[in-house]
């Protein structure tokens, strides 16, 4: 789906229903060899996010299938944080320009790929309708969205915390 954002660049906004199994829901360069089995760290477990080369692991507050969007712009986005609960900067890189998009159980194989420009990008990552969340496996208006953009920014930090209630 083609839109167009404030700034007039052209973006693609990737739609999904994932099984966050684990609490998690990954983004992984096509090629990526990545072992995920110790990124989980007291730090990413604060924000949410978790970084090897070529792999993100996105944190969600439920256990179940979550809507999840992935945004692809051109530059660095401006963006509303009183619109989002929770907010998160990180990185990766795709080196084959495919990202597998899957929840952690799922089988690779069968994980929905999208095609983008080779090469670095900074992500952030954002979660709302977080309070909407009563038990954990009930339905609630919760989204979880990746913004992606070309750069070599390393930068691994939290923007804005939800502190659960």
Same mark, same amino acid.
Not at 2 to 21: G, R, V, Y
């Given at each position: ?14 739609? /999904? ?5 684990? /609490? ?5 360069? =096509? ?24 792999? +993100?692991? +996105? ?8 809507? /999840? ?15 989002? =609960? ?19 159980? =799922? ?17 952030? /990552?954002?979660?709302?309708?977080? =309070? ?13 969205? +990746? ?19």
């Amino acid at each position: 789906m083609q839109a167009l954002c404030e700034q007039k660049e052209i973006m693609t906004i990737h739609q /999904f229903d994932i099984f966050a199994d684990y /609490f998690q829901l990954y983004l992984m360069d =096509d090629e990526a060899k990545d072992d995920t089995s110790e990124i989980w760290t007291d730090e990413a477990l604060d924000i949410k996010l978790a970084i090897a080369q070529n792999t +993100v692991a +996105v944190g969600t507050y439920r256990n179940v299938d979550v809507k /999840f969007e992935l945004e692809v712009v051109e530059s660095e986005p401006k963006v509303d944080l009183s619109a989002w =609960d929770h907010a998160s900067l990180g990185f990766i890189s795709f080196p084959s320009g495919k990202c597998a998009v899957f929840g952690c159980t =799922d089988y690779l194989p069968d994980a929905k790929r999208i095609e983008l420009p080779k090469g670095n990008y900074a992500l952030l /990552f954002l979660a709302k309708g977080l =309070d909407s969340i009563t038990v954990e496996w009930e339905p609630a208006d919760d989204l979880y969205k +990746v913004i992606l953009w070309p750069s070599n920014s390393k930068e691994f930090r939290s923007v804005k915390r939800y502190e659960i209630t």
